[in-house]
């Protein structure tokens, strides 16, 4: 099956999953220091 530009589609069903994202850990100083060093800041 090939798709053209502008061709419409039948949407059949939608599922919609609600959740939330974890934030990242944070940086302990030796980390934080490490990638100010790497990238000249500081």
Sequence with gaps: ???????RLKIISVKLD???????DRLTQAEL?????ENGIG
């Design 1 to 7: 099956m090939s798709l053209k530009v502008s061709e």
């Design 33 to 37: 220091l490490r990638l100010m060093e």
């Design 18 to 24: 609600k959740g939330r994202t974890k934030p990242l």
